[in-house]
């Protein structure tokens, strides 16, 4: 677990905030993931990034936007959240077979971070 | 089209009994299939995986599942639960083509009883 960090790891926000989360890998890896965990739902896939460009959007609102400065930073930036969007969002890692894809590889998860939305 | 189901979302089990946790999955192409536990406050941590190797596949912390392709299924067991089993533990299937295609069934809660 500690090959993939997220902060905070609590974080309670206003519809109006703006916050970053944040999510680093240690294990030189070339693919990073968000997802969005909610309770009685299965994971859902948000974004990938391959080799620092993002190769899916899963149909993610505008209020979320990612960012992959390079190989081992992921950060998700979230402005006018609403309600329905707390959640825990785990971030993950893997090193890819081939560029471009970004997948199918075994993920390593971080703790993930719990989002409130009041 | 892909999918995966975890037959049971809660299963629960006396200390030192065999654990069984159930999933099917469809896939148009030979997929790789994972199983993925999740304990409280932690993010999910690789159980095992099945990539077209060996059928039974074994795991850490005792757990193995067999890929048996004439029941599209992959079960996940252990011979004797253990109090630290207890988790949220989610089986994933993915057919390579995109990280879109990387589908998580809806876990399964495994509780042990002393």
């Known amino acids: 677990e500690t090959g993939v960090t997220q902060t905070p790891r609590h974080l309670v926000m206003g519809m109006t905030n703006k916050k970053s989360l944040k999510c680093e890998q240690h294990?030189?890896?070339?693919?990073m993931y968000w997802y969005k965990q909610s309770a009685k739902k299965p994971l859902e896939l948000m974004f990938v990034?391959?080799?620092?460009?993002?190769?899916e959007n899963n149909s993610v609102p505008s209020r979320f936007s990612p960012e992959c400065p390079n190989s081992s930073h992921l950060f998700l930036h979230l402005h006018t959240l609403q309600p329905e969007d707390s959640a825990l969002y785990l971030c993950?890692?893997?090193?890819?077979?081939?560029?471009?894809?970004?997948?199918?590889?075994?993920?390593?998860f971080g703790p993930g971070t719990r989002l409130t939305v009041l | 089209a892909q999918s995966v189901t975890q037959l049971d979302s809660h299963v629960s089990v006396s200390e030192g009994t065999p654990v069984l946790l159930r999933c099917n999955y469809s896939s148009s192409y030979s997929p790789s299939l994972f199983w993925y536990v999740q304990h409280p406050n932690k993010g999910l941590q690789l159980l095992l995986k099945y990539t077209s190797a060996a059928t039974l596949v074994k795991g850490i912390n005792g757990f193995e599942a067999e890929f048996k392709k004439s029941e599209t299924s992959f079960h996940l067991t252990k011979p004797s639960a253990h109090m630290s089993d207890a988790a949220e533990y989610f089986c994933?299937?993915?057919?390579?083509?995109?990280?879109?295609?990387?589908?998580f069934g809806s876990g399964t809660r495994l509780s042990i009883r002393p």
């Open positions: 993950a890692s893997s090193q890819t077979p081939r560029s471009g894809t970004g997948l199918a590889d075994t993920q390593y």
């Open positions: 990034y391959s080799l620092e460009e993002r190769v």
């Open positions: 994933v299937v993915s057919d390579h083509s995109s990280a879109s295609k990387i589908i």
């Open positions: 294990l030189g890896h070339n693919a």
